[in-house]
């Protein structure tokens, strides 16, 4: 898998090409929703590779159609992986297209308008997460603040070996949670430089939540948006 490390300690950029080419895709303002999700599921697949390359092998003997060998299969107990709540929903099928007995948690957050803290909602995750490897997952690290609460609240359920893979990041966002969590890597497509006056990460591609399931930027009830 293509990849470069950030400056940025921790961080790698996943620059295989047909990571950057679906990146694109999600940029462009004219990806209708339903493209949207099938590229987010598609590079969130790819991200996950990057992400999981150091998930442990053994040897079991095997036998094909023509010889018996020793082939390589997954040990230990399979990832946690945990969307935030609502737009790492799109990311998460990807996700178990490559690793289907992965478990689910759910995660949800959302950003309080006037001082963009993350407030937690709804949580729900294996009761032997502290035994497994997890992954968390949300399109948009803007602010920072959905992941940095995210990864409290999961090293507070006693989560140990933590991965964070986002679409796309901003740097202010990257480097917070690199400093609140300077234990958990995290892997994207794209890393922009600024954040604009709204915490939109510019370039960016907007709110993925929104382009996701076609919500049209319209807020939720309590005036929150996805990408924090």
């Given at each position: 898998m293509h990849a470069s490390r950030d400056e940025i300690a921790g961080l790698t950029i996943v620059t295989h090409p047909l990571v950057q080419h679906r990146l694109t895709q999600l940029r462009d303002r004219g990806t209708p929703p339903e493209r949207f999700r099938a590229e987010l599921r598609s590079v969130a697949a790819l991200l996950g590779a990057a992400a999981f390359a150091d998930l442990p092998l053994a040897l079991q003997p095997i036998h094909t159609p023509i010889a018996t060998m020793n082939a390589p299969v997954l040990v230990g107990a399979p990832p946690v992986i945990v969307p935030v709540l609502r737009a790492g929903l799109a990311m998460a099928d990807g996700l178990l297209d490559l690793l289907p007995e992965a478990a689910i948690a759910h995660l949800g957050l959302y950003r309080d308008p006037a001082t963009l803290a993350a407030i937690?909602?709804?949580?729900?995750?294996?009761?032997?997460?502290?035994?497994r490897p997890v992954m968390l997952v949300d399109p948009m690290l803007a602010t920072g603040n959905s992941a940095i609460a995210a990864l409290d609240r999961l090293k507070a359920a006693g989560a140990r070996d933590l991965r964070f893979v986002c679409l796309l990041a901003a740097r202010p966002g990257a480097a917070a949670v690199r400093t609140a969590h300077p234990d958990v890597p995290i892997w994207t497509a794209g890393l922009d430089p600024l954040l604009d006056g709204q915490s939109y990460i510019v370039p960016g591609l907007g709110d993925a939540g929104d382009r996701a399931f076609g919500t049209s930027h319209i807020e939720d009830a309590q005036g929150s948006r996805d990408g924090a």
């Open positions: 937690e909602y709804y949580f729900k995750a294996p009761a032997d997460i502290a035994d």
